[in-house]
């Protein structure tokens, strides 16, 4: 499945940019689509946020497991970092937010696809927040990120027996972030299914109304 992604495929909710005081970067996962991960926006009252998603073509980033060989998924996985660093620029570039006031939340394909762009390009961001997710690559074959992600909180929440997420690829996840200098916290729900639980909207949100966790 040769998936190329269009930066302009996105749709905005909430505050207006040009206005807004912080903005969040929304990734659905694979199958879902921009309009459904921004249904979570209502979760995220702040009349000064922002929030902005992307479309994947065909509803899917990259074709295969987050774990698999990574040229199994090329070109889409690239294609898809390259449309969060075009809006993530964009955003500082054009519509002058700070990174500090720039916020990445995914979930399931959309959490690894925001996890890894932020592990790729590690800045002070205002929160980084993985729902069921983990960093991509194959087990043992994560590469050396480096950079420092400056303090930033980053949330990892899982089940602890997610089918499609490993709990020990979320672990691992753990590790390299605090070795990038974040500020991680992360949750193993016990036999939570692969979705999002209301304990982890309102880290999100404590994130958002002071800055750490």
Not at 76 to 95: K, P, R
Not at 120 to 128: A, E, H, K, L
């Amino acid at each position: 499945m040769q998936l190329q992604h269009n930066p302009a495929h996105r749709i905005s909710r909430g505050a207006p940019l040009s206005k807004a005081e912080k903005v969040m970067l929304m990734v659905h996962g694979r199958g879902a689509s921009a309009e459904s991960i921004l249904s979570l926006s209502e979760y995220f009252p702040d009349p000064n946020l922002a929030f902005v998603a992307p479309q994947a073509t065909q509803n899917s980033w990259y074709p295969y497991s987050f774990m698999a060989p990574t040229q199994q998924n090329e070109p889409g996985l690239s294609s898809a970092l390259g449309v969060l660093g075009t809006i993530v620029d964009a955003l500082h570039n054009e519509y002058g937010f700070a990174y500090e006031h720039i916020y990445l939340l995914g979930f399931s394909q959309g959490a690894c696809l925001a996890l890894d762009y932020a592990a790729r390009n590690p800045t002070q961001y205002g929160g980084v927040f993985g729902l069921s997710g983990g960093l991509i690559g194959p087990e043992g074959m994560l590469p050396d990120y480096g950079g420092n992600l400056a303090g930033t909180p980053v949330f990892l929440g899982c089940s602890d027996v997610d089918f499609h997420i490993p709990k020990e690829r979320v672990q691992e996840s753990d590790a390299i972030f605090k070795s990038l200098n974040a500020n991680v916290l992360t949750k193993l729900y016990e036999n939570f299914g692969h979705s999002i639980n209301d304990d982890e909207l309102k880290i999100v949100n404590a994130v958002l109304a002071s800055g750490s966790f």
